[in-house]
């Protein structure tokens, strides 16, 4: 770690995490062996599992879980809020007493391309691909590979991911 990261003291490093420059984690947990890029940002309660790749400029907000193996391309940034308001009725700005936290989870071995959006409350499937560019508005099913705006189904892999190997 390094002067040109901000990482608090409440964050939970696995070994071997590669850290880039100019990045901000705070209240997250990392596993083991996993690379982050330059300029993301890690919310606390966010957790990204072991041997991924967090490509630079990407946001992961709290609720956030990335089980292994997972690539997360550059730019891509999730949500946690599906009707995000600034103030409540009464005209103060909100506390995090005046909202929840509305989850997504990327299951293990999935690709995210390079600027998609995660709408919350969904689930990226095992071995899915999501294609850059992407917004992602419901769950993708297990070994799909979706595309556009919103995200549709354009094939599913049809033999396991073995490293960069992928069948279509």
Known sequence: ???????ADDVK???NVRLSRFI???GCEIGDETKIGAFVEIQKNARVGKHCKISSHTFICE??????????????T?????????????GTLQTESDWKVEPTIVRKGAS??????????ISVGENAIVGAGSVVTKDV???AIVAGNPARILRYIQSSVEGSNVRL
Request: charge should be negative; glycine fraction near 12%; proline fraction near 6%.
């Open 141 to 143: 099913p297990p070994n």
């Open 112 to 121: 995210i391309g390079s600027g998609a959006t995660l709408l919350c409350n």
């Open 78 to 90: 999730f949500t946690n809020d599906t009707y995000p308001r600034a103030t409540t009725s009464d």
């Open 13 to 15: 490093l696995g070994s």
């Open 1 to 7: 770690m390094n002067s040109l990261n901000c990482i």
């Open 24 to 26: 901000n984690l705070y």
């Open 63 to 76: 609720g956030v879980i990335i089980e292994n193996n997972v690539f997360i391309g550059h730019g891509v």
